[in-house]
Every structure is written in C-alpha cells, then in structure tokens.
C-alpha cells in the first residue's frame, strides 16, 4: 500500500517527468517503450554526473598543463640563472688566477729587487770598512805630520836662539860668509818644511770631514736600504707563514725538513762575517744578517710551496660540481671540477708518480707522492701522460678529463691524503688564493 510521501513524490516527479511512450513501428507491427518517471529521472541525474565529471576532469587537466608549463618555464628560468651563476663563479675563478698570476709576477719581481739591493747593501758595507779603514790612515798620517811639524818648530826655534843669542860665535865658527848662507838656506828649508808640514795637516783635516761627511750619507744610504729591504721580507714572508698555517702545516717544521734537503752553504744568503779581528758585529752587520735570514726563510718557503699541492689541478675554465664532505652517509674524498673532455690536468706540486693505471671505481687514476707525506689523487682519466717511478713537476702535465670509472659525467675526481687520510683539498687552493 503506498504511502502518502511516495503518491506526492511520485506526483511531483510526474509534473516535471511525465510518463512517456517510444513507439517502435515496423512493416508489420508496431511496439512501445513506456519510460516511467524514475527512469528519466535517473537518465538526467546520470547524464547530469557524467556532464559535472566531464567538466570537473577537463577543469583539473587544464590546471595541471597550465600548472606544469609554469613548472617548466620555473625550472627554465631557474637552469638559466643556475648557467649565469655557474658562468659568474667560471669568471671570478678566471679573474683570481688572473689575480694570482699577476701577483706571483709581482712576487719575483720584488725577489729580484731584494737581490739586487742585497747586492748594493753588501757594497755599500764594503765602501763604507773601506772609508773607515782611509780615515784611520789618514789621522795616522795626520798624527805623524803633527809630530814632524812639532819636530822642524823646535828645531827651528833652537836654530833662531843660537843666532839671536850669540851671532859672533857662529861669525866665528865659520870665519865667512859660508857659514851664514849655509844657516839662512838651513832656515829657509825648514820653514818651507814647516808650511808644507801645516799645508798637509790642513789637507789632511779637510779629506777627513769630507770622508766623514760621505760617510754620513752612506750610513743614512744603508738605513733606507735596510728599511726598504726589512720592509719587503716583513711583506713577502708573513703571508706565506700564514698560507702554510691555514693549510693545517706547522712553518718551522715545514721550513727545517726543507733545509735538511738543502743543507749546502755559500753564495749571496752566507750570513755577513766582516771582522777578521775577533770584535763583535757591528749594529749594521747584525741587521743585514737578519734580513738574510728572512731572505733564506724566504727561499725555504718558496722550495716548499712548489712541494706541497698548493696548486689548481685545472688551468683552463672549469666548474665545481661536488665538493668534500659526506654524502647520504659516505665520504666524498675529494673535489669534483667539471670542464670539457680532454681537458689537460696538471700535477699541483713536484712529486714522484706512484700510481698511474686502473683503479676500481676511480677508473684511470694517478697517485703523486709528495713532500711532507702528501699524496694527490687524479681519477677519471681519458687519458694518462706519465708512468710509475717518474719525477714529476709543479704544473706539469700528467693526463686529460674523462669519464672512467664510477662517474656520471666527465669530471675530475682530485683528492689530497695527509699520511694516508683525505683532507678537502679546496685548504690548500684557498690559502694559497688568499695569498697570491
């Protein structure tokens, strides 16, 4: 029995969707189909849901492909400003290497300027022993001729008493002329004596001031060249001192191994020894004696920079692509450089090759023992220019970049070990840049 809600609904749904037939007719007969209420019903809310799904799915898909184009055009602009970043870093890593020449230069060219004041200073040391070794013979001299003019005075002075005091005796003495021509031409020749004696003194005193007065000047002469020379060793040293300290590298240790390898004595850093008396050095000499010590230290350091990996292993442009430090739970042991394959790779210190082969996962890999117990890694190679046993040099060309190896692109894998553990080797690049 129906209730009264299902006769009113269904009423309503009849007003709306009333009853219809779809006839069917053919050559000999003729069908119908009675459509109720219910079903149009359920046709227009079926159609009416897959209308709403077609517009809603249609809606979504626009919105994803306007949503990835503006992913995409993101993901451009920010490749792009990624390139220019890269590109930035690739110049100022130019312009520092650049800069670091350019500095180098300027650091032989002032070596070269210390030297040749070394070798004036050592001159001047020389002229100046020389003018005092003059100006004590000259007051020797000067002396002697005080004590001959003193000497021809008293003579002179007797001879003048004897004839003042009893000119008959001599008159008498001689019994002529003779006698008084010989006495006048005796006074005349020591007075001539006398002056030459006073004109010699006189010469003697002037040279004197005027050695004394070169001396002056050649005295404030080396006090600039001291000052100049201090000046230029207190530049030149104190950056190196500091570029080993950041590199982890005791200097005095550094600098007496590097002595011990070079032990030879002589030539223009010979400490200065002037006196051959036994007397204590002179105030200058100690002076020149230090800042040949900081011209030795000099040298040392200039030794050891070219035995410890302070150098790029790369002269042309490159990029950073990884740097040193643990990845997902590994160590990354080393300093990934990107560049073009083929791309010469230079030994960054004079060293013995004790690797130059295959390697699991390095690929071609070559292994440069160095100084100080210092060994440099270059993996990935296309390609290996040295062999086992050879001696190689600061810049010299050991193979080109490859792709070997455990690698996704072609790079260069550079590792630095300390007694046989990796350190970053980006502390020896940077504290060399920092000082070149």
């Known amino acids: 029995?129906?209730?009264?809600?299902?006769?009113?609904?269904?009423?309503?749904?009849?007003?709306?969707?009333?009853?219809?037939?779809?006839?069917l007719r053919s050559d000999?007969?003729?069908?119908?189909?009675?459509?109720?209420?219910?079903?149009?019903?359920?046709?227009?809310?079926?159609?009416?849901?897959?209308?709403?799904?077609?517009?809603?799915?249609?809606?979504?898909?626009?919105?994803?492909?306007?949503?990835?184009?503006?992913?995409?055009?993101?993901?451009?602009?920010?490749?792009?400003?990624?390139?220019?970043?890269?590109?930035?870093?690739?110049?100022?890593?130019?312009a520092r290497a650049a800069e670091a020449q350019?500095?180098?230069?300027?650091?032989?060219t002032a070596l070269e300027q210390v030297s040749i004041m070394q070798s004036q200073l050592l001159d001047s040391e020389t002229r100046r022993r020389e003018i005092e070794t003059g100006i004590e013979v000259i007051q020797a001299t000067l002396r002697d001729t005080m004590k001959r003019r003193e000497e021809v005075s008293a003579k002179l002075?007797?001879?003048?008493?004897?004839?003042?005091?009893?000119?008959?005796?001599?008159?008498s003495g001689g019994g002529d002329d003779a006698t008084l021509e010989f006495l006048n031409a005796a006074l005349a020749r020591t007075a001539a004596e006398r002056d030459q004696v006073v004109a010699d003194a006189q010469d003697a005193l002037l040279r004197a001031d005027e050695m004394a007065s070169e001396l002056r000047l050649m005295e404030e002469k080396n006090d600039t060249i001291f000052r100049q020379l201090e000046e230029a060793m207190t530049v030149s040293v104190k950056p190196l001192d500091k570029m080993f300290e950041a590199a982890g590298m005791d200097p005095d240790r550094i600098l007496s191994q590097v002595r011990r390898g070079y032990s030879g004595q002589g030539g223009p850093l010979t400490p200065l020894s002037l006196s051959t008396r036994g007397e204590e050095p002179s105030g200058d000499t100690l002076r020149a004696n230090r800042i040949l010590g900081e011209m030795d230290?000099?040298?040392?350091?200039?030794?050891?920079?070219?035995?410890?990996?302070?150098?790029?292993?790369?002269?042309?442009?490159?990029?950073?692509?990884?740097?040193f430090g643990y990845r997902w739970g590994r160590l990354h042991a080393g300093t990934d450089f990107a560049a073009p394959h083929g791309t010469p790779i230079y030994s960054t210190a004079d060293g013995v090759v004790v690797h130059a082969g295959w390697q699991s996962g390095?690929?071609?890999?070559?292994?440069?023992?160095?100084?100080?117990?210092?060994?440099?890694?270059?993996?990935?190679?296309?390609?290996?220019?040295?062999?086992?046993?050879?001696?190689?040099?600061?810049?010299?060309?050991?193979?080109?970049?490859?792709?070997?190896?455990?690698?996704?692109?072609?790079?260069?894998?550079?590792?630095?070990?300390?007694?046989?553990?990796?350190?970053?080797?980006?502390i020896y690049i940077k504290a060399a840049n920092d000082v070149f």
């Open 102 to 108: 350019s500095a180098q230069e300027r650091f032989n």
């Open 362 to 426: 390095y690929g071609r890999l070559v292994k440069i023992q160095h100084e100080f117990g210092i060994e440099t890694r270059y993996a990935h190679q296309s390609k290996i220019h040295v062999k086992v046993g050879q001696r190689v040099s600061l810049g010299q060309h050991i193979g080109d970049m490859g792709n070997t190896g455990r690698s996704t692109g072609t790079h260069l894998h550079y590792e630095v070990r300390v007694g046989g553990e990796a350190v970053n080797p980006m």
């Open 28 to 94: 000999t007969d003729t069908r119908f189909i009675r459509l109720k209420s219910e079903t149009q019903l359920l046709a227009c809310v079926g159609g009416a849901l897959v209308l709403s799904w077609t517009i809603v799915a249609t809606a979504i898909l626009l919105m994803d492909s306007i949503g990835a184009g503006n992913f995409r055009e993101q993901a451009k602009r920010d490749q792009m400003t990624y390139q220019m970043r890269l590109n930035d870093l690739s110049r100022e890593r130019d």
């Open 297 to 323: 230290r000099l040298n040392l350091y200039r030794i050891a920079a070219q035995k410890a990996p302070f150098a790029s292993p790369l002269k042309d442009a490159f990029r950073f692509t990884s740097g």
């Open 1 to 23: 029995m129906r209730t009264r809600f299902a006769i009113k609904t269904h009423a309503l749904m009849e007003r709306y969707f009333p009853e219809r037939r779809l006839f």
């Open 157 to 171: 002075a007797s001879l003048q008493a004897q004839i003042d005091g009893d000119p008959d005796a001599i008159a």
